[in-house]
């Protein structure tokens, strides 16, 4: 028998590590080629690692949670010798497997870590009630148990100030990618906000004719649209607001095109799915794919080319709202723009007061990049456009 060392591969260009998401086997767990092995993130985006041999699971060195480099050994294989003869992998020794007193049952639903502790203390996993995601058995499951068998001591009752209940939770998968790179975009990049109240009323009622109108295909239309069309004349007359900044190099990339991100919550957290080339489109298919975008990011269905490459970035918080937002860039672009709640509100119009339906447009941008004339008067042109919508439509506007 011979040995199939995988290792991490090259996910896409500039990734160095990745961090292991799920792992689907066993040590010592038969697996055919292609069968799905782990899932490891990069850049938010999830990539499932298939088994490129037959063999026998002999040693998993990544848990769930680990950070892995890229070219870093995940796993090992036992294959057969007419097997290795074909593989472009050098057979290595195997690492000395730690001896354990009972092997887990292979059926039981736990991480590597666990099934170790399982190991370690002797303790039968399928003895175990699980309670996380298909009775997966958690670390809490395990340590309720591991309580529960020490019957002959009775701890006295304690009031919840002498022993308060502290939930640790670990910061993994899209968590830490997302407190990554708010930690760098802060520490890094020297922000400005500029704020400014943009009447919508006209807007709003060219929004409802062109729903009232709409085909049974096409998707109704958010305020959205109209903002992505808006910032997408406003980066073709202020490049610098479209432009990556390369600190590192000092460079500059301004670009042609507008690829927006459009921020989206989802059940993992915050993520980014990037309209590319919207300066292609119209309102209509803005619509069509912030609805698909955003479809797939909450599910996890969202490659990685659809999570990556924009050069400029909006926020909403839809009806929460709020007055005003101070949105953090989404480095290595130059700005991001935060639209607040849409309100009815009195306004003095030549000299009388008329309810208008207004809202707050937030603008964040790097300082160094972005001088703060040219942040506000971006935001005034922007203004401009979405108070007088016809401009949106009409070229050299």
């Known amino acids: ?82 097997q290795a003869a074909i593989t472009t992998e050098t057979p290595q020794q195997t690492p000395p497997k730690i001896p354990s007193v009972r092997e887990p049952n292979p059926d039981v639903l736990a ?121 997408v004349k406003a980066v073709a007359k202020f490049p610098q607001c479209n432009s990556h900044y390369n600190q590192e190099t000092n460079i500059i990339s301004q670009f042609s095109t507008a690829h927006i991100g459009v921020a989206t919550n989802t059940p993992t957290g915050l993520m980014v799915p990037v309209i590319k080339h919207a300066e292609a489109m119209d309102i209509w298919q803005y619509a069509e794919k912030i609805l698909d975008l955003a479809e797939k990011a909450r599910t996890g269905k969202a490659s990685r080319d659809e999570l990556t490459g924009s050069t400029i970035s909006i926020t909403s918080l839809g009806k929460i709202g709020g007055l005003v937002s101070t949105p953090i860039i989404n480095a290595p672009e130059t700005c991001i723009i935060g639209i607040n709640k849409l309100v009815d509100r009195p306004m003095a119009i030549d000299g009388k007061i008329i309810i208008r339906k207004m809202m707050n447009i937030s603008g964040s ?30 070229d050299n506007s």
């Open 1 to 82: 028998m011979a040995e199939f060392r995988l290792i991490l591969p090259d996910l896409g260009e500039g990734v160095v590590n990745s961090e292991i998401t799920e792992v689907f086997v066993y040590v010592g767990q038969i697996v055919k080629e292609d069968d799905r092995l782990f899932s490891v993130m990069t850049d938010k985006a999830t990539v499932e690692l298939p088994s490129p041999v037959d063999g026998k699971i002999v040693s998993i060195v990544g848990g769930v949670g680990e950070i892995i480099a890229v070219g870093g050994l995940i796993c090992i294989i036992e294959i057969d010798v007419e």
């Open 111 to 231: 991480s590597p870590s666990l099934r170790r502790r399982a190991r370690e203390l002797d303790v039968d996993l399928t003895s175990v009630i699980g309670t996380g995601p298909k009775g997966r058995l958690t670390h809490e499951d395990f340590d309720h148990y591991i309580t529960s068998l020490d019957s002959d001591s009775t701890p006295a009752p304690t009031s919840p100030t002498e022993n308060p209940e502290i939930t640790e939770i670990p910061l993994r998968g899209v968590r830490r990618k997302i407190a990554e790179a708010m930690e760098f975009s802060k520490r890094n990049i020297p922000h400005y906000t500029y704020v400014e109240e943009v009447d919508l009323t006209e807007l709003e009622k060219l929004r409802a004719q062109l729903n009232a109108d709409r085909t049974p295909d096409q998707p109704k239309l958010t305020l959205l649209p109209f903002l992505i069309k808006a910032m």
């Open 365 to 394: 941008f790097d300082h160094r990049i972005v001088d703060g004339y040219d942040g506000a008067t971006m935001i005034q042109y922007i203004k401009g456009l979405l108070e007088t919508p016809v401009k949106l439509f009409i």
